[in-house]
T-cell receptor, first 116, second 112 residues
């Protein structure tokens, strides 16, 4: 059972480079999310998607773009990476719509990004 | 002030001990609460929901005190495998979605 799969697991970028983090879920979930996790801080929501074709900003969207092309996949793009975007990024999905979220999110294994 | 605050720990306890973590939240409009577990360099996983009446799942007991705005997690008979970081999470309906607010986590280390 794959669950939520993220790629790549590790990436080193130089300031100004761009990259896309890929996420796919095979649980037929409606909602998908992108979080970042930094030391000493809780997970912070970057963007979320309630359904295919819709996306909304979370708490810390600046410097990121997302795309939900189909129900399975939700990608996160850094157009011009900055050192402040060094973090661990988690994709998550849930079966409920974001407004009715029960609180159970299924997370991918994370993508560790370093921006030099 | 962080919306959800936790003692970062670490809590170092021997096997078999009982350990309790507290978590405080600042927004009284928070509607529901959860505990997640995160192993080192792994993804968070839901441990249990927290209800006002309290709930128990095996060795784990979660309590919510709305008057004092804190949530607790009690682990009895600690096992080595309980070593992890425990994330307190509050849910708040905000801006059209049920916003989950994660605490930074409390680290537990259980030793032989």
């Amino acid at each position: 059972n794959a669950g939520v799969t993220q790629t790549p697991k590790f990436q080193v970028l130089k300031t100004g480079q761009s990259m896309t983090l890929q996420c796919a879920q095979d649980m037929n979930h409606n909602s998908m999310y992108w979080y970042r996790q930094d030391p000493g801080m809780g997970l912070r929501l970057i963007y979320y998607s309630a359904s295919e074709g819709t996306t909304d900003k979370g708490e810390v969207p600046n410097g990121y773009n997302v795309s939900r092309l189909n129900k399975r996949e939700f990608s996160l793009r850094l157009e011009s990476a900055a050192p402040s975007q060094t973090s661990v990024y988690f994709c998550a999905s849930s079966t409920r719509r974001p407004r009715a979220n029960t609180g159970e999110l299924f997370f991918g294994e994370g993508s560790r990004l370093t921006v030099l | 002030r962080k919306e959800v605050e936790q003692d970062p720990g670490p809590f170092n306890v021997p096997e078999g001990a009982t350990v309790a973590f507290n978590c405080t939240y600042s927004n009284s409009a928070s509607q529901s609460f959860f505990w997640y577990r995160q192993d080192c360099r792994k993804e968070p996983k839901l441990l249990m929901s927290v209800y006002s009446s309290g709930n128990e799942d095996g060795r784990f007991t979660a309590q919510l005190n709305r008057a004092s705005q804190y949530i607790s997690l009690l682990i009895r008979d600690s096992k080595l495998s309980d070593s992890a970081t425990y994330l307190c999470v509050g849910a708040l309906l905000s801006g059209g979605y049920n916003k989950l607010i994660f605490g930074a986590g409390t680290r537990l280390a259980v030793h032989p």
